[in-house]
């Protein structure tokens, strides 16, 4: 019950990541990425999952991790790490938004390898039960 009620959090975590994409730079990537989590969560809510689909997501998000690390990396070398959450920052140093796409990217792969446990425990459950 209680990763049940984790999981709901994560859900409703990832609708609101969703909701506030829509003034983002390229706000149909962001909130697609988003709401894509929100569905996978809100589906181990109710023990459903599909596997081909959250391998296809996590196939995606390396990817797009793939083209934010140079961002990574020069904000992790730059002065300017502590304006990670300043709006203003962003506008300035481009790094710093591909930065912060980056770690949200990392959170959906982290949110991800949950999901497949989640799954894997339920599958047990499901044979225990047989």
Known sequence: MTLKVLT???SLMFLVFAIVQY??????????VYGAMFLAC???VFDRYS????IGMVGGYLVLSALHVEGMLVWLNSAHR?????????MQYPYIEEAREFMGLLICLLV???LFY?????????????
């Open 112 to 114: 991800l390898q949950y």
């Open 51 to 54: 596997s081909p689909l959250m």
């Open 82 to 90: 502590k304006e990670i959450f300043d709006d203003v920052a962003k």
């Open 8 to 10: 709901g959090f994560l």
């Open 23 to 32: 003034n983002d730079p390229d706000p149909g990537l962001w909130i697609l």
């Open 118 to 130: 989640r799954e894997r425990q339920a599958k047990v459950l499901k044979q225990k039960s047989l």
């Open 42 to 44: 809100a589906a181990s």
